[in-house]
């Protein structure tokens, strides 16, 4: 009769005394890995937006000395305005230049070479950080009245 007392008492104590040591297992730190973000983010409207060395007058006067209006669409009367777009990166570097609407294949490789070669801009912020900003930009290919005057001929 004695037995089965002990032996109860010997189970309990086997018992709790798993559970007690289950509850000792050591925690561990939760490992933290730090991820560099990517901004890949590309805003069309900032606070501070985009600006061309000089301004708006310099980016004008740098258009009408570097755009070379092609033979080709000199000879065949084509004007018109090719609109295009492309990304101000935080560094003021232009990238990803594309044509939206364009008016003739020669114009518009002429407008994409003349944006290519543009200088570093003042680079667009939001919430005080420099950040990257598509922009649309239409250029305005007009023969002056002497060519147009040659085509009619």
């Known amino acids: 009769m004695l037995q089965k007392p002990i032996i109860f008492l010997i189970m309990l104590l086997t018992f709790v ?6 509850q000792e297992i050591e925690k561990e730190e939760p490992l ?21 060395p000089g301004g708006q ?8 000395a570097n755009i070379v209006y092609p ?5 065949d009367g ?3 305005k090719v609109y295009i777009n492309f990304t101000i990166e935080k560094d003021g570097s232009i ?18 070479r003349v944006v290519e070669s543009f200088p570093k801009w003042k680079p667009g912020k939001q919430k ?22 040659r085509k009619k001929k």
């Open 17 to 22: 005394g798993s559970i007690s040591f289950a």
């Open 32 to 52: 933290t890995i730090e991820e560099e973000k990517i901004d890949t983010d590309v805003f069309v409207i900032v606070e501070q937006m985009p600006e061309f």
């Open 57 to 64: 007058d310099s980016l004008y006067k740098f258009l009408g």
């Open 71 to 75: 033979n080709k669409a000199k000879k």
């Open 78 to 80: 084509v004007e018109g």
């Open 95 to 112: 990238n990803e230049v594309k044509v939206l609407r364009g008016v003739h294949p020669l114009l518009d490789e002429e407008a994409v």
């Open 128 to 149: 005080g950080k420099t950040v990257r900003v598509s922009y649309n930009l239409p250029l305005n290919f007009v023969l002056n009245t002497k060519n147009k005057e």
